[in-house]
């Protein structure tokens, strides 16, 4: 809410739609957004021609019809991670913006912050070398508790647990970074939530070309909330949060330290200019901007897409215990929600059913934190 009010020349906040409609009322009333008009369903808002862009942030498993709707309605999209909850529902989307001619984003706020964005520069750059393995450490910690609100827990509401609802904003980062991998091989487990159907922790391995490997570590029952991308190349290490490690080989192949290049990359990486916009604010002036330029912004549907289906090649990998090939077919079970729903385990039977839940919202630790300054970015 927040981004789109720091943009008051450019957009203008006039509806607020949630099925519990006096919860958007109470969002009117802190927000002040007093012209704001409140509905309690997205299609009382489709024939508006005042309004242009719609951000969808409802549970998972509402994303794909209501942007569809929306799109076919003539509207612009920004969605919520994740994209949706099956490539079927993704292509269709996709579909849908393409057949109107309106822009289709996904949120992923954490590429617009200055250690991420400087980190893929520093990639991009060569400077380490060819990528060799790539280390990604999505951990967080949430109750029992967490679990009782209404949607959270089951497959046929969120479409899948911490891999889809956590590890997504790292996954995106990770494919933005390295690109798509071959073969993907997993493990899902429910270690700490038994009222949830859903996993609380993976693991999964993908395979690149030339021998290069990933491990994504998904979790919801890791204290600490620690977070972290380590990409080790050819010639040095470097991750987010910032550090950067270069090391020679001996005569014997034992290492030293290289201190020439890593305050060679050190520079570069300190060189890099800082945003202009960082967080949400960055993302809602992307698409602000797409949709004055006629562009397409940082995140779009096909790149929301390429998430979803990484994702989803875990959950094959880990429900069928074996290695998979990408890409996902449309004639695989795991291309659609039904598929995925009836070859996914169920950990446990879903038992708490809250509409809401009360208390404060907590994020992760400071995981990207920025050498120059103070601040990260939470899932």
Known sequence: MEAFKAFPERCEIVALVDIYPEKAQLCRECSGLNKAKVFNSHKMILADPGIDLVSICTPPHDHAAIAIDCLNH?????????????????????????????????????????PIMKLKKTLDSGLIGRVLHAQVDSLWWRGRSYY???????????????????????????????????????????????????????????????GTLAQVTSSVIHHGQEQQLIFQGEKARISAPWKVVASRAQENGFPLPYPELEEKIEAFYRGLPALKYTGHTGQIDDILTAIETNGEPLITGEQG?????????????????????????????????EGIRQNVPHFHQKTGSLPQLDGKITVGSDYLPDPDKTGGSGS
């Open 148 to 210: 009782d609100l209404w949607w959270r827990g089951l497959w046929e509401k969120e479409g899948g647990g911490c891999t889809l609802n956590h590890a997504v904003h790292h996954i995106d980062m990770l494919i933005w970074m390295l690109g798509m991998p071959n073969k993907v091989t997993a493990v899902l487990a429910n270690a700490a939530h038994d009222n949830s159907e859903v996993e609380d922790v993976s693991v999964a391995v993908m395979q690149y070309g030339q």
């Open 74 to 114: 003539g509207k612009h999209v920004l969605v919520e991670k994740p994209m949706a909850v099956s490539l079927l529902e993704c292509d269709a989307m996709i579909a849908a913006a393409q057949q109107n001619r309106k822009v289709l984003s996904v949120v992923a706020q954490n590429r617009f912050s200055d």
């Open 305 to 337: 897409r390429m998430t979803i289906e990484l994702i989803t090649a875990i959950y094959k990998a880990g429900a069928e215990q074996r290695t998979i090939d990408l890409p996902i077919r449309q004639n695989d079970p795991f291309y659609t929600v």
